[in-house]
C-alpha cells in the first residue's frame, strides 16, 4: 500500500502554535545573528551564529514551558483572528522572511540551513508523519545549497 504525499499535508501536519514558535525561532535567530556581527563579534560570523542559534533555541524553549503561545493565540482570536486563518498569515510571513533571508544571506547558505533543519526534523523528532521524506528532501536542499555556494565561490 502505497499513497502519495504532498506539500499541502505536511503544512496540515504543523499546528498554529508550532507555526508560532518556529516563526518566532526564525525571528529571533535573525535578530540575533545581526546584533552579534555588528557590535561585537564584528570578524567572527561563524561563532555569531552558533551562539544566535543557541540563543534563539533558549529563547523558544522559554516560551513554550510559559504556554506563551497559547496566550498569543488567545489574545488573536480576541481581535478576530481564527486558529485557520492563523496559519496562512504565519506561512507568508515565513516566506517573506525566507525571502528576506536569502538575499540578506545569499540563497546557497540559507538553502543549507533550510536543509539542514528538515534533515534534523526529518530523522530526529517525529514531528512529521514522513519523517523519512521530509529528511530526504532536507538532503536535496541541503544540496542544492552547497552547489549554489560552491558556484558563487568560483565566481568570486
Do not use: H
Not at 15 to 41: E, H, K, Y
Not at 104 to 133: A, H, P, R, S
Request: hydrophobic share 55%; net charge positive.
Amino acid at each position: 500500500y502505497t499513497r502519495a504525499f504532498s506539500i499541502r499535508e505536511l503544512l496540515d501536519m504543523i499546528d498554529p502554535s508550532t507555526a508560532i514558535l518556529g516563526s518566532l525561532f526564525i525571528i529571533f535567530l535573525g535578530l540575533i545573528q545581526v546584533a552579534l556581527v555588528r557590535t561585537i563579534l564584528k570578524g567572527n560570523p561563524g561563532t555569531a551564529g552558533v551562539i544566535s542559534f543557541c540563543a534563539s533555541l533558549l529563547i523558544i524553549y522559554g516560551l513554550n514551558m510559559t504556554n506563551f503561545v497559547y496566550d498569543i493565540e488567545n489574545l488573536l482570536y480576541g481581535i478576530g483572528f481564527s486558529s485557520e486563518l492563523l496559519l496562512p498569515i504565519l506561512i507568508a510571513i515565513l516566506a517573506i522572511l525566507s525571502v528576506i533571508l536569502g538575499i540578506k544571506f545569499g540563497w546557497g547558505t540559507f538553502l543549507i540551513i533550510l536543509g539542514g533543519f528538515l534533515i534534523l526534523v526529518g530523522f530526529f523528532t517525529d514531528w512529521v508523519y514522513e519523517n523519512i521524506t521530509v529528511g530526504i528532501i532536507g538532503i536535496l536542499i541541503a544540496a542544492i545549497g552547497f552547489f549554489l555556494l560552491a558556484k558563487r565561490r568560483k565566481k568570486g
